[in-house]
């Protein structure tokens, strides 16, 4: 399933796209990724973790999204299935995308106590709530290509 999907040009750019979009902004917040004075990318050995996941989540995202367009024009009679694979995606990028231990004191100083517990929480829980998204994801991309392969198979018979 994964190469009649990719095979396509408009899918793999499709899936680039969204992978270096939902990458970027994470790597500069968790500071891997400098633009002053001029493009730098550092990535300290205490960090390695936190950066193969946002990676991680990033391309698994941008594969979840083409596969899922894939299916709403392949399978265009069956809209009614389709809530289920991208609830699993905006759950997946949305936990994934949270790199707020640099931002926090932002957060703290807008939100007070409050604003201080949730960086706290973000802060400390960051590496397993990236590793709970890249589980929702790598199960969205399951059971889409779960669906995608059942359907195409009703259909053409």
């Known amino acids: 399933m994964f190469t ?10 499709l899936a680039v796209i969204i992978s270096v979009s939902i990458f970027i902004p994470p790597s500069i917040i ?7 004075p001029y493009l730098i ?7 390695l973790i936190g950066f193969v996941l946002i990676t991680g989540v990033s391309i698994m995202s941008g594969l979840v999204v083409s596969m899922n ?3 709403i024009k392949a399978l ?3 809209m009614k299935k389709m809530g289920s694979g ?20 932002t957060v703290i100083s807008t939100f007070g106590t409050i604003g201080g517990i949730a960086t706290s929480f973000l ?6 709530l990236r590793l709970a998204a890249l589980a929702v994801l790598g199960y969205t991309y399951y059971a889409i290509t ?10 053409n018979q």
Request: aromatic share 16%.
């Open 4 to 13: 009649t999907i990719f095979s396509k040009f408009n899918y793999m750019l």
């Open 30 to 36: 968790s500071e891997y990724v400098f633009f002053e």
């Open 41 to 47: 990318m550092h990535i300290p050995t205490d960090r």
């Open 69 to 71: 367009v894939y299916r």
């Open 76 to 78: 265009q009679n069956s």
């Open 86 to 105: 991208f609830l699993g995606l905006i759950i997946g990028a949305s936990a994934g995308a949270c790199s707020c231990g640099p931002v926090g004191f």
């Open 123 to 128: 802060t400390n829980y960051e590496i397993p």
């Open 146 to 155: 779960k669906a995608i392969s059942y359907e195409c198979k009703i259909r």
